[in-house]
């Protein structure tokens, strides 16, 4: 089992900036993958961005594409996401996820996590 805590979600005008970071502990020797999700008010969880614990390319969702970065630190068994350029319709809950080990599931299907954390609330004003 990995345990997952966010943090770093608040309260920022559109065009603004916020990094969010999730510190991963437990067994995080399985985890192959980790990713952030994000849920708006009446709507389904959605993918964000992945990323291989071990290294390679990313992977975005089309809308946060140059906006968005994700990234980890291993030797701190932590996963960020610096959040530029922001508008109101990335107003959400960010959850973070890891999985336990390599999958057929691609890195965007939510089914690959069997890890979440708590999640943290991001709000973009207009």
């Known amino acids: 089992q990995v345990q997952l805590v966010e943090a770093g979600g608040g309260l920022v005008q559109a065009g603004g900036s916020l990094r969010l970071s999730c510190a991963a502990s437990?067994?995080?020797?399985?985890?192959?993958?980790m990713a952030w999700f994000r849920q708006a008010p009446g709507k389904e969880r959605e993918f964000v961005a992945a990323?291989?614990?071990?290294?390679?390319?990313?992977i975005y969702e089309d809308s946060v594409k140059g906006r968005f970065t994700i990234s980890r630190d291993n030797a701190k068994n932590t996963m960020y996401l610096q959040m530029n350029s922001l508008k109101v319709e990335d107003t959400a809950v960010y959850y973070c996820?890891?999985?336990?080990?390599?999958?057929?599931?691609?890195?965007?299907?939510?089914?690959?996590?069997?890890?979440w954390g708590q999640g943290t609330q991001v709000t973009v004003s207009s």
């Open positions: 996820a890891a999985d336990n080990g390599a999958s057929w599931l691609g890195l965007s299907a939510r089914a690959r996590y069997t890890n």
């Open positions: 437990g067994r995080t020797v399985s985890v192959y993958a």
């Open positions: 990323i291989y614990w071990t290294g390679g390319m990313p």
